[in-house]
């Protein structure tokens, strides 16, 4: 007999309702939380449509249907999610909290109750009412979804308090989503204090409540609290804490965080490269300079898109990091690195149009790219060769005999495609670009208003 009422209350129709939503409802704010902790494939499904919806609570209200007690529904909520979400989530804080809560929904219908009865019956119709200082704190939509998952009891009374002459049009706001409004006059913590008076008589109006969410971070209402907790009430304590809504629970001491950064869309890898290639190359045109560190593409790029590479490579790229991403797409981006311990280089890897042809068939530009490859520099004195000839083409068409440090590195990099710099640090030359001209006996440095100039030494006959 035992074994039977056992079955009948996990096949419960409601609280294998109870459970589909609430694990449903886990998987909608984890895509819009944190989609890294979903596989792949379900990271851009619209959960939020009532066809998946109804897909998704059905097939995990049929796996739970083969489940014989309440220890083996666990197993097939675990194992269900196993098909949603990566292995790393079941290693977080977050997952515990949505296995006691669960194991509470689970649980609490065959829990017996001090004189006989069952929880279910004892507690049919209870329900959680919160109490909102508009003034002090505002919740939006979200965050009530949030605080209704937190509690036990559905919230089936809203009440917000406030100055609403002041409000501009957050009554109609507020009034539209079912809450209570209760006016109160101008005045210093008017609202906290109208919150107490009507909120310590809540257990004689509503006698069905169980549970009370204060929201308001203001110090004046934890006399409300302490009054509301001795007379058998569960208090949520909500306030605002930075970025985030922070609630306590009174009876397990336990806090929750629900941040309220609005979370920017994922790109795709399509929008996320093509965005990357689109920076970097405006870049480039501001600057004049064609490599970029990646430390600078990183700034950039969540500066412009309110969102970091490191974020959309978890989300696309699991167990990559953001400098691996230039290196798996060649035919895009072009990475180096001078040692282990440098920075990483990008520039955009582009193909040239094919222009006027020489007798040999092949292009100006080509020959000029293959003698850029072919010239590679692998010693000082091929470097400051290098620097000498530029410097004669720079001064042959120039009325000036020495030109500025910064146009010749510009043209050494056109050249050579790469900067000073690198150069410098591949040949191990310690220092800087004026202290290598200094050192180069064919080369003359000097410092004028303008800034460096470069030219070359008159050699004695």
């Known amino acids: 007999m035992p074994d039977h009422i056992s079955l009948l209350s996990v096949t419960d129709s409601t609280l294998l309702d109870r459970i589909s939503i609430y694990i449903y409802e886990a998987v909608l704010e984890m895509q819009r939380q944190h989609p890294q902790w979903l596989k792949e494939k379900y990271r851009k499904v619209a959960w939020k449509d009532d066809r998946y919806q109804s897909i998704f609570k059905d097939r995990l209200k049929q796996e739970l249907l083969n489940a014989s007690d309440q220890k083996a529904q666990l197993l097939k909520v675990?194992?269900?999610?196993?098909?949603l979400v990566e292995p790393s989530f079941f290693e977080t804080a977050e997952f515990k909290v949505l296995i006691k809560n669960l194991r509470q929904i689970i649980i609490q219908p065959s829990t017996p109750s001090n004189d006989g009865e069952n929880l279910d019956s004892k507690s049919a119709g209870a329900i959680a009412i919160l109490l909102l200082d508009v003034e002090n704190l505002q919740l939006d939509v979200e965050t009530e979804k949030f605080l209704d998952k937190i509690c036990t009891y559905p919230i089936q009374i809203k009440i917000?308090?406030?100055?609403?002459?002041?409000?501009?049009?957050?009554?109609?706001?507020?009034?539209?989503?079912?809450?209570?409004?209760?006016?109160?006059?101008?005045?210093?913590?008017s609202a906290d204090l109208k919150m107490a008076t009507v909120g310590s008589s809540i257990f004689v109006h509503y006698p069905n409540a169980k549970e009370v969410l204060v929201c308001s971070?203001?110090?004046?209402?934890?006399?409300?609290?302490?009054?509301?907790?001795?007379?058998?009430?569960?208090?949520?304590?909500?306030?605002?804490?930075?970025?985030?809504?922070?609630?306590?629970?009174?009876?397990?001491?336990?806090?929750q965080t629900h941040s309220l950064k609005t979370i920017p869309e994922m790109p795709s890898v399509e929008e996320f490269i093509a965005g990357l290639k689109l920076l970097i190359k405006a870049e480039q045109l501001r600057t004049g300079c064609q490599w970029l560190k990646l430390s600078r593409i990183s700034n950039l790029f969540q500066s412009k898109y309110q969102i970091t590479i490191t974020q959309v490579v978890a989300t696309h790229f699991p167990g990559k990091k953001p400098r691996d991403i230039f290196f798996e797409y060649p035919s895009e981006f072009v990475a180096h690195q001078v040692s282990e311990r440098s920075q990483l280089y990008i520039t955009l890897f582009e193909m040239s149009e094919p222009k006027a042809?020489?007798?040999?068939?092949?292009?100006?530009?080509?020959?000029?790219?293959?003698?850029?490859?072919?010239?590679?520099?692998?010693?000082?004195?091929?470097?400051?060769?290098?620097?000498?000839?530029?410097?004669?083409?720079?001064?042959?068409?120039?009325?000036?005999?020495?030109?500025?440090?910064?146009?010749l590195g510009s043209e050494f990099h056109k050249k050579y495609g790469k900067t000073i710099s690198i150069t410098l640090d591949e040949l191990n030359l310690n220092g800087n670009f004026p202290k290598f001209i200094k050192s180069c006996s064919s080369l003359k440095l000097g410092q004028t208003k303008k800034g460096w100039q470069v030219a070359i030494a008159q050699t004695e006959d």
């Not at 675990?78 to 098909?83: E, M, S």
């Not at 971070?217 to 930075?242: E, F, N, P």
């Not at 092949?362 to 470097?383: C, G, R």
């Open 357 to 407: 042809s020489n007798t040999n068939g092949s292009t100006p530009e080509l020959d000029e790219q293959n003698h850029m490859i072919n010239s590679s520099i692998s010693s000082p004195s091929e470097l400051e060769e290098a620097l000498v000839n530029i410097l004669k083409i720079l001064t042959a068409k120039s009325s000036n005999s020495a030109i500025s440090m910064s146009t």
């Open 78 to 83: 675990r194992k269900f999610l196993q098909l």
């Open 160 to 189: 917000a308090f406030a100055n609403w002459r002041s409000m501009g049009r957050k009554d109609a706001e507020f009034h539209e989503r079912h809450y209570e409004l209760i006016h109160v006059p101008p005045g210093k913590d």
């Open 217 to 255: 971070s203001d110090k004046a209402i934890i006399h409300l609290c302490t009054t509301l907790q001795t007379h058998g009430l569960t208090v949520y304590r909500v306030r605002k804490q930075k970025d985030a809504i922070a609630v306590f629970n009174s009876k397990t001491g336990e806090t």
